[in-house]
């Protein structure tokens, strides 16, 4: 690395996405043997990542929002230890596929979300880390290429249940209906929809943490084994997740903004018989709670259990829902949407 480089930070961030159908559909082994479509969209919310090269012999992370430092001797292979698994199994595949050697650096990150919060945080900030290995080490990777690494480091290296949805909405950013096959085929529709529709879905929606966490690996592995087990009430309702997001789809690009509500509410019907740890009696009262207050229809975010919920709130009913849900003490989320994906510069 040249001297002149070395007292440069490499950053970058990845926006937090929420998902508005077909969500689950992206799973395997679903998508292997179906087909799934997915349509979601980024929120100004990120995952932050910043490395600074050291000649220390040694790896730092930082995990800011956690109040997390662990340190390591650079080595070409770092143990996975659970509170830092993700920031090491990068380290890992970089060292392996990349560098070819171990490297020193500090690396620095923030979420804008807590975990288990359904919005994508774990992959989200997979992609954050990789940019900024990307924007350090010059890598020749491609947005297809960073999302299907970020995947694969995950789900294979290191084993986390999960879809394909995530990395990619990070990469890419803006709204996407977004294709899953078998052999990890993805493909990626940016759609185009009028700022105006794209407003007026912003100013109706409503987005609530609910101050409860969720593991979504168990969630689903459970929806996994009822596909492997052929749990035919299960399959059917993720045919009708797919079918959602095709219909969300066709919604937004028409401008046919009176029937999200619908369609997040067909979806909430089917999304529950897809395992059965995807609700639970508080969610239950939370969903009743906000239709009675005006909301026409919602979902909850991510794998499900617990995280965000979304309300779309028609005309002004947005105030009375989220006054609605005060007891529950939980918080309305401020968020507009983004339309940038993956960002990566040097300070």
Known sequence: MPDNLKSNIFRSKAPLRIGLAGGGSDVAPYSDQFGGAILNATLNLYAHASIEPTEDAKVTFVLSDRKVTIEFPSEEKLPLNESCILHAGIYNRIVKDYSKKPLSFKLTTHVDAPPGSGLGTSSTLVVAILGAFVEWLKLPLGDYDIAHLAYEIERIDLGMAGGKQDQYSATFGGVNFMEFYKDDKVIVNPLRINDAYM???????????TATSRESALIIASQQKNVRSGNTRSIEAM???????????????????????????FGWHYKKQMAEEITNPLVEKIYETAIAAGATGGKISGAGGGGFMAFYCPGN????????????????????????????WTN
């Open 199 to 209: 407003n007026e879905l912003s100013h109706n929606l409503l987005l609530y943490y």
């Open 239 to 265: 045919h009708q997740m797919k079918h959602q997001a095709i219909m969300m789809k066709e919604a937004l690009l028409k401008g046919q903004l009176d029937k999200i509500g619908e369609i997040l509410n």
């Open 317 to 344: 009913s947005k105030h009375s829902v989220a006054e609605s849900l005060i007891p529950f003490g939980g918080q309305v989320q401020r968020f507009e949407f983004t339309n940038s994906g993956l960002t990566t």
